[in-house]
T-cell receptor, first 112, second 114 residues
């Protein structure tokens, strides 16, 4: 069953703690992306990676970090430096040379 | 960088009527314009897209038009049905050999009423 798996679906953390969101894909897509979604603000790009062991900052990278050690995996760490981490986080993939972004089901992070 | 504005933020129509959502973009180098549909609690799904070398594209009840000169593009849904109720996002990007960084609009909540 091909697709993108984001886990967990809901995540609660205390303020000041780092938290890592998982994104796994078996579509064999080269590019992977992390977006943040807030009410009324659409989707904003956090980080993206086009190949293994390489990634670039998006528009709102401050307070986040990523790694791309395997083609299938692109975890996102929300650090304590992120001022307002509560949001819906979406992972997406795209095949090389393609244009369509395929999205996971998202992780809703709540920091209390 | 690119900036995409989307209107309206909410749209309510009667079943069977048409719905139109409009977007404008700022970067004249953008050449790819997709539309995504997001249902509650799920990730967005591509419903239609258009490239800058095409003025209009249709897929059954959905159509997208692009005016490059004015830098705006629109989504048209005809004969709306309750299952069309969702949030719709437009986006724009400059497709190069090195990936496709999408800039999204702020979304339109479409409600189709019976």
């Amino acid at each position: 069953d091909g697709g993108i798996t984001q886990s967990p679906k809901y995540l609660f953390r205390k303020e000041g703690q780092n938290v890592t969101l998982s994104c796994e894909q078996n579509l064999n897509h080269d590019a992977m992306y992390w977006y943040r979604q807030d009410p009324g603000q659409g989707l904003r790009l956090i980080y993206y990676s086009q190949i293994v062991n390489d990634f670039q900052k998006g528009d709102i990278a401050e307070g986040y970090s990523v790694s791309r050690e395997k083609k299938e995996s692109f975890p996102l760490t929300v650090t304590s430096a992120q001022k307002n981490p509560t949001a819906f986080y979406l992972c997406a993939t795209e095949k090389q040379g393609g244009t369509e972004a395929f999205f996971g089901q998202g992780t809703r992070l709540t920091v209390v | 960088g690119e900036n995409v504005e989307q209107h309206p933020s909410t749209l309510s129509v009667q079943e069977g009527d048409s719905a139109v959502i409009k977007c404008t973009y700022s970067d004249s180098a953008s050449n790819y314009f997709p539309w995504y549909k997001q249902e509650l609690g799920k990730g967005p799904q591509l419903i239609i897209d258009i490239r800058s070398n095409v003025g209009e594209k249709k897929d059954q009840r959905i159509a997208v038009t692009l005016n490059k000169t004015a830098k705006h593009f629109s989504l048209h849904i005809t004969e709306t049905q309750p299952e069309d109720s969702a949030v719709y996002f437009c986006a724009a990007s400059r497709v190069t050999g090195g990936g496709n960084k999408l800039t999204f609009g702020t979304g339109t909540q479409l409600k189709v009423e019976l």
